[in-house]
């Protein structure tokens, strides 16, 4: 059983920082490529970026060059940066193996003006 646990979210004003954290249980971490998703209020889930097992990486458009994520297969963990935070990254932010269908309980990130 898959399951994921996301840490590090809180309340930032504008151009602050944050990393977020995820451990993952119940897979082979190191073969699977993780991802970091969001919801904001009202919005449907968004990818945010993912990382392959080979350490290959894509981000939306909207965070690319402030937003970096990374991983540790000996930890099972994979990590978001998130620098020069606007408002408009508020949102619920959530972990997932790509291969499989399940969700953590998310993290909540507020970036206040």
């Known amino acids: 059983q898959v399951q994921l646990v996301e840490s590090g979210g809180g309340l930032v004003q504008a151009g602050g920082s944050l990393r977020l954290s995820c451990v993952a249980s119940g897979i082979i971490f190191n073969i699977n490529t993780m991802a970091w998703y969001r919801q904001a209020p009202g919005k449907q889930r968004e990818l945010v970026a993912a990382i392959t097992s080979g350490g290959s990486t894509n981000y939306a458009d909207s965070v690319k060059g402030r937003f970096t994520i990374s991983r540790n297969n000996a930890w099972n963990t994979v990590y978001l940066r998130m620098n020069s935070l606007k408002p408009e990254d508020t949102a619920v932010y959530y972990c997932?193996?790509?291969?499989?269908?399940?969700w953590g309980q998310g993290t909540q990130v507020t970036v206040s003006s």
């Open positions: 997932k193996v790509q291969a499989f269908g399940s």
